[in-house]
C-alpha cells in the first residue's frame, strides 16, 4: 500500500548540535512533501515544503531533502534549540488526490540540555 | 485571533453517546479537513470540504458526519460513540483546493480535541 512513514519515532539530540529527521514514502506519484511541527499548546505549524523537482530547499534553520530516487526525505535542523521540541511529520501530497495529504507517524524530538 | 478554531478542547464521553465537535476558521479558505491522530501520534485524513461540498471522504464508520453549514466552518458529529473513536481530532484549513506546484499547499491547523469516550 501508499505510505509514508518515518525510520525513528523518537531523537534525542544535544542542545546545539543538528538535527536530522529522516521519512521514507512509498508513492513515487507523489510531488509534493511537506513538513509539519507539533508542539503542546502551540497546535500543528507548516515548516517546510519542497516539489518534487527540486531536491533540496532551505529554511531559517531548516533544510528539506528529497532523494526521489530512494523515496527519501529528510529534515534537518542546525544549532537544536530547546523550541525545536516537538513532533515533526512528513506528509506527501499525490497531485491525483486534489488537496489530501497524507502524513506519517511523527517523530518526538527532544533536545538536551 | 485564532485563525483555526475547534471546540470543545476536551470531551469526555460514554459510549453510546453522540457528540459534535465544531471548527471555524477565520483565514478566509476554501478548504477545510478533519483529522484523526491516535495514540500512537498518527494522523489520518478524514474528510474535506471545499466551499461547503465534500471533495474528499476517507473510510470512515459512517456514524462520522461532518457539516459544513459555510466554508468558513466544518463540524463533526459522531453517532453511537465507540472506545475506538478515542483521539484527538485536528480540523485545519487551506486556501488552495487543487495543487498548484507554484503555491504552496499549506494546512492551518486548529489546536485539537481530546475525545475520551469510556
Known amino acids: 500500500g501508499e505510505s509514508v512513514g518515518l525510520h525513528l519515532p523518537t531523537l534525542s539530540v544535544q542542545e546545539g548540535d543538528n538535527s536530522i529527521i529522516n521519512c521514507a514514502y512509498s508513492?513515487?506519484?507523489?510531488?509534493?512533501f511537506i513538513w509539519y511541527k507539533q508542539e503542546s499548546g502551540k497546535g500543528t505549524q507548516f515548516i517546510i515544503d519542497i516539489r518534487s523537482n527540486m531536491d533540496k530547499r532551505q529554511g531559517q534553520r531548516v533544510t528539506v531533502l528529497l532523494n526521489k530516487t530512494v523515496k527519501h526525505l529528510s529534515l534537518q535542523i542546525a544549532a537544536t534549540q530547546p523550541g525545536d521540541s516537538a513532533v515533526y511529520f512528513c506528509a506527501e501530497n499525490k497531485y491525483s488526490s486534489a488537496s489530501k495529504i497524507i502524513f506519517g507517524s511523527g517523530t518526538r524530538l527532544s533536545i538536551r540540555p | 485571533d485564532t485563525a483555526v478554531s475547534q471546540t470543545p478542547k476536551y470531551l469526555v464521553t460514554q459510549m453510546g453517546n453522540d457528540k459534535s465537535i465544531k471548527c471555524e476558521q477565520n483565514?478566509?479558505?476554501?478548504?477545510m479537513y478533519w483529522y484523526k491522530q491516535d495514540s500512537k501520534k498518527f494522523l489520518k485524513i478524514m474528510f474535506s470540504?471545499?466551499?461547503?461540498?465534500?471533495?474528499i471522504n476517507e473510510t470512515v464508520p459512517n456514524r462520522f458526519s461532518p457539516k459544513s453549514p459555510d466554508k468558513a466552518h466544518l463540524n463533526l458529529h459522531i453517532n453511537s460513540l465507540e472506545l475506538g473513536d478515542s483521539a484527538v481530532y485536528f480540523c485545519?484549513?487551506?486556501?488552495?483546493?487543487?495543487?498548484?506546484?507554484?503555491?504552496?499547499?499549506?494546512?492551518?491547523f486548529g489546536p485539537g480535541t481530546r475525545l475520551t469516550v469510556l
Open positions: 470540504y471545499n466551499n461547503k461540498e465534500l471533495i
Open positions: 485545519a484549513s487551506s486556501p488552495h483546493t487543487y495543487i498548484r506546484l507554484k503555491r504552496r499547499n499549506e494546512q492551518f
Open positions: 483565514l478566509g479558505h476554501d478548504t
Open positions: 508513492n513515487s506519484a507523489s510531488d509534493y
